[in-house]
């Protein structure tokens, strides 16, 4: 999915990192890309991706809250069209057992 641009990916990458998950951060982005492809529609649309997985034997479910952010260029619109930018905003992790 070449169109979708995370534009604070850093960010995930360090709260990701700040709680030793660091290697879910690619897993996260790609059902990113999936889900603003077809579901996030509009400008300013938040929307959360889930990913579960196991961390020293514990299984966590790992939420990213995202949102679809316009594109402040207008200069290059028409090169970018069909480009969504996105904003991480934050990660939230629960354990499952």
Do not use: P
Not at 5 to 10: A, G
Not at 56 to 84: M, P, R
């Amino acid at each position: 999915m070449n169109n979708v641009i995370l534009l604070n990916r850093s960010n995930l990458e360090d709260q990701l990192d700040n709680q030793g998950m660091l290697e879910v951060a690619e897993q996260l982005i790609e059902r990113m890309k999936e889900h603003v492809q077809y579901i996030a529609k509009g400008v300013y649309e938040q929307f959360v991706v889930d990913v579960k997985m196991v961390v020293d034997n514990v299984v966590k479910n790992i939420t990213a809250h995202f949102i679809v952010h316009e594109d402040e260029d207008a200069q290059y619109q028409e090169e970018s069209d069909g480009l969504k930018y996105i904003l991480f905003q934050d990660v939230t992790t629960t354990d499952k057992g």
